[in-house]
């Protein structure tokens, strides 16, 4: 079973610019997450898909970000225009059912290796 | 003041030495506690899952969560130089939720 990828690995843009970056879940994981590690800091949430729809959005930074899940498979992040603080690696997680209610389910994130975003 | 403190390091012992990482933490609603190692310009792995308080071990790992002093502990025994890596605490108030991390602590196991 594949695991989650992302591309690219790596991308170097100035500032101003436009880059998206894409995740690819493992198949049939309804949760989908997008986190963040800047220099020196912890890896960050910013947000939280169950299948197509957004459940928590409570992490992202400001209104340059968007995030979409078309179809509730892949996912892409854009960030427009970037920032210099925007530099940093960009993880994707997923992970495979959603209970509301909480539950005993072992809710596994499986993580992507990454994008690392430079803003020059 | 962060929600998860973790001593980033960094650590080295040699090789067959027991290694303590610890986290603390100071938001009694988190419920699930992990540990995730992470190799340089991989992804972070799941090594360890613990439901509230008590311990759990698996192999040379074992895992220790103290929910009433919210602190929450990771030992490798026997440690190995495949063992080098950052190891990353990571705490969730339910399942299906977003994870917070600790800032890491970057480990090297000498031969």
């Known amino acids: 079973e594949a695991g989650v990828t992302q591309f690219p690995s790596h991308s170097v843009i100035e500032k101003g610019q436009t880059v998206t970056l894409r995740c690819d879940p493992i198949s049939g994981h309804d949760n989908l997450y997008w986190y963040r590690r800047v220099m020196g800091k912890e890896i960050k949430f910013l947000l939280h898909?169950?299948?197509?729809?957004?459940?928590?959005e409570s992490g992202m930074p400001n209104n340059r970000f968007l995030a979409e899940r078309t179809g509730g498979t892949y996912s892409t992040l854009k960030v427009q225009p970037a920032e210099l603080e925007d530099s940093g690696v960009y993880f994707c997680?997923?992970?495979?059912?959603?209970?509301?209610?909480?539950?005993?389910?072992?809710?596994?994130?499986?993580f992507g290796p990454g994008t690392r975003l430079t803003v020059l | 003041q962060k929600e998860v403190e973790q001593d980033p390091g960094p650590l080295s012992v040699p090789e067959g030495a027991i290694v303590s990482l610890n986290c603390t933490y100071s938001n009694s609603a988190f419920q699930y506690f992990m540990w995730y190692r992470q190799y340089s310009r991989k992804g972070p792995e799941l090594l360890m899952y613990?439901?509230?308080?008590g311990n759990k071990e698996d192999g040379r790992f074992t895992a220790q969560v103290d929910k009433s002093s919210k602190y929450i502990s990771l030992f490798i025994r026997d440690s190995q130089p495949s063992d080098s890596a950052t190891y990353l605490c990571?705490?969730?108030?339910?399942?299906?939720?977003?994870?917070?991390f600790g800032s890491g602590t970057q480990l090297t196991v000498l031969p």
């Open positions: 898909f169950v299948k197509e729809s957004k459940q928590d």
């Open positions: 997680a997923s992970s495979q059912e959603y209970r509301p209610s909480g539950g005993a389910s072992r809710d596994t994130q499986y």
């Open positions: 613990t439901y509230s308080s």
């Open positions: 990571a705490l969730s108030s339910g399942s299906a939720r977003q994870l917070t």
